[in-house]
């Protein structure tokens, strides 16, 4: 068992506040941390600010027992988790002001022996980093040496985070063997899979590569889709057909590649090393390319129904998430086609639909082209049906749209042709 028996989790996003609601679970007492008051209100009041099955129930069992508050100011703590976000800026390099910020804010809290973990999803140096930042901060603290640092970088999937927080591997990376040995009995009170040490830059590093591999053959099988429709193939027939072979396993293309991992870390590998990164800059470059090619598509069927009937067609697009089954938005190729058809459509009525969410994304407000609606009313209504997410609740729905134009991007609805 740990001797850690009180750890601020600073952030509670997607991944924070699962991993602090977890830890209070086991029974250590966790102070989460956030700058958005409405967020440390939610978790006070036992809920969950976002949709992530058996979340909820941990955070209110937890917060009703007292093991789990939220606060905007980082508490004295043994433990110190940063679960901060670490975007990219518009040169596609890592933004780690986040990281920066969380470090010099938790800074005066510190009374020489704590352990600080950044699981945030990092570029290489970024733990160092961090170390840095605190130790400009307290240079009594960097005199003495006593403060651990360490990287362990969550591997979760949305939607089954709870369950494989606790299944799953995991990479610890320490400034020190010390350092990553603390970490590993922390996160041994939760993780019942093999947890794993190494230095805090290669646990970074295995990330980005983690996700830079899946994405590499998402892009391949993206490339694919738009071969296959050039020369009159069917792509997911195609694919399937391949991974027959025991030693292939392609991934299914989409609209896009989006969320805070797959669509962001590559770029961290890339600013690491610009000039070797080939093969994973093409990659990006590929998938992030591919919402510009099914709004061709989507062009090439309008010109269709305006040459047909005289009008502007109206446009349904299912799916807003980047993903299936969740309210995750960030990064989402469906978003942002959306959005650009709202822009290039002007005299269109774009409906969109998106099951997870109760109001547009702030981004889509405002917009007099553009409305969020039911499913069903929008196939009624629609020249032109976008299948962007394959949620488990369009499903069933190919026969009906398929009495419309229909481009099915992620092919759920193959069988309904």
Not at 162 to 179: C, F, H, K, Q, Y
Not at 257 to 275: K, L, N, R, S, T
Not at 395 to 409: F, H, N, Q, S
Request: aromatic letters at 6%; a negative charge.
């Amino acid at each position: 068992m740990s001797n850690i028996s009180s750890v601020a989790v600073i952030g509670l996003g997607y991944i924070g506040l699962p991993t602090a609601a977890i830890l209070a679970d086991k029974g250590l007492r966790v102070h989460g941390v956030d700058v958005n008051p409405k967020t440390v209100d939610a978790v006070n009041a036992g809920s969950v600010p976002f949709v992530e099955p058996e979340l909820g129930d941990y955070v209110a069992r937890n917060v009703a027992a007292g093991r789990l508050t939220a606060t905007v100011e980082p508490p004295t703590a043994d433990a110190y988790i940063v679960a901060v976000p670490t975007p990219f800026l518009e040169n596609k390099t890592p933004d780690v002001s986040y990281i920066e910020s969380a470090g010099r804010n938790l800074a005066p809290q510190l009374s020489g022996d704590e352990l600080i973990i950044l699981e945030s999803t990092s570029p290489p140096g970024a733990t160092e980093r961090l170390a840095e930042v605190i130790h400009e901060a307290r240079p009594d603290l960097a005199e003495a040496g006593t403060l651990q640092f360490a990287h362990a970088p969550e591997r979760v999937l949305p939607g089954q985070v709870m369950r494989e927080l606790v299944t799953n591997d995991r990479i610890i990376g320490g400034s020190t063997p010390e350092a990553a040995e603390r970490a590993v009995e922390l996160y041994r009170t939760f993780c019942e899979a093999e947890l794993v040490t190494t230095d805090t830059r290669t646990a970074e590093m295995s990330k980005l590569v983690e996700n830079s591999f899946r994405d590499v053959n998402i892009a391949f099988a993206n490339e694919l889709s738009m071969i296959a429709d050039e020369i009159g193939v069917d792509v997911w027939e195609v694919i399937a057909l391949a991974n027959r072979h025991p030693r292939v396993n392609i991934l299914q293309p989409g609209p896009g590649v989006g969320g805070h991992c797959i669509a962001v870390d590559p770029w961290f590998i890339v600013a690491a090393a610009p000039e070797t990164a080939t093969i994973i800059r093409s990659a990006r470059e590929i998938n992030d390319s591919k919402p510009e090619w099914v709004i061709r598509q989507i062009k090439a069927e309008a010109f269709d129904v305006q040459q047909e009937t005289g009008r502007t067609p109206v446009i349904a697009t299912l799916g807003l998430a980047f993903k299936p089954n969740i309210d995750d938005l960030r990064e989402s190729p469906a978003l942002n086609i959306t959005e650009a058809l709202s822009d290039q459509f002007t005299q269109s009525k774009i409906l969109t639909v998106e099951p997870h969410i109760e109001k547009l994304p702030p981004r889509l407000q405002g917009r007099d082209n553009l409305e969020l609606c039911e499913v069903h009313e929008a196939i009624d209504a629609a020249d032109i049906v976008v299948l962007l997410v394959d949620h488990a609740a369009f499903a069933d729905l190919g026969p009906k749209a398929y009495e419309k134009r229909v481009i099915d991007t992620r092919g759920q609805w193959r069988d309904s042709k």
